[in-house]
């Protein structure tokens, strides 16, 4: 009796075969959530999304352009991304700070390998009872622009999740180049943790003027202090940006602290409902800036540049609410944001995942660009 042998198979040795067909098998038992390395890819001509213009592979929006694009399927670095030996660099100064020197984060966090439980009935409302009090130590990276003068005021760009080390190489380039202003960048590192229970959820997610308060009475002092530098009060001359849940962040930072922020650049945001603990002021945590905030609020003088990816997170815990589509809420923002006259950009990107690299070092100079148009320097006025 002869075995039959797939074509596929029949180049490898015996010993070789086997190995293959055990991992295949071993592949097939495994759970679904196991298997699924990345969420599907969404079309971005879906019903009920934006209408966008998609455009040829390799290209990005022209950068005083508003509304929707689709750039993709491959990512070209953007030759700003690239550090040029003759670019004058801008000096990184490197800040520590602890829990223990806070009055607003004296710092939490969640056992590992817990999350929680939904609420009976109320599958948006999730329950964690393995969160406590815990220390923690932050990073505050500062980039001070090559061009900057002693004592002049300076505007300044706020960075979650940091250090960003692509963002200083880009703003030495478009900083050399004249396409931005001479800007300081801070770039501020996370308590820990991620989403509800964690440090960093409860700074990121929060609907609240409480993180824009830490950054202005605890962060900004320090900086100018140990930097050197003088950071501008006009909100038309500070930005905001991150990735995810810094994302949200960012956007919360300029949304309830307009006296403050202006500009907000975003990558993946998680306008979903990740909010933690619960606040039935906002029960569907960044979720309602879509949901009612800004459809229901006056139009706030905000400048928007944000990102999606065609395979970004989708459901990625137990909350099955209808509100954890990373791709989906971010489709929502744009049409909110456009119905309000809002001045925005956003871009989905084919062939990406969520917070994907090669998208970022691909559009984050268009990105900056984007949001600082409109802004004069103090020397200028």
Known sequence: MSLFIPPLLAKFTPMTRIFLLIGIMTLSVQPAAAQRARPPARDPHTPGYVTARELPDGEIPPIDAEGNFIIGPTHPKAAEMIEQPDVPKGTVHTLTMKSTDSK?????AREPNTFGTIEPGEPAKLIVTTSHPAPYTRRVAVYVPHQYQQGSEVPFIVGADGPDKLLFTALDNLIAQKKLPAMVAISIG????DAQGSQRGLEYDTMSGVYAEFVETEVLPLVEKECGVKLTKDPNGRATMGCSSGASCALI???????????VLSYSGTFVNQQWPYNPETPHGAWGFHERLI?????????????????????????YDGMHDWVLANENMARVLAAKG???????ARNAVHCDGAVKQQTLPLALQWVWQGYTPPEAK
């Open 342 to 348: 809002y001045p925005y950009q956003f871009v989905f």
């Open 104 to 108: 607003i984060y004296p710092g939490i």
């Open 295 to 319: 459809p229901e609020s006056e139009k706030k003088p905000l400048r928007i540049w944000m990102e999606i990816s065609d395979s970004d997170l989708l459901n990625p815990n137990i909350m």
């Open 253 to 263: 930072m300029a949304w309830y602290r307009p006296d403050l922020y202006r500009r």
């Open 190 to 193: 996370n308590g820990g943790g």
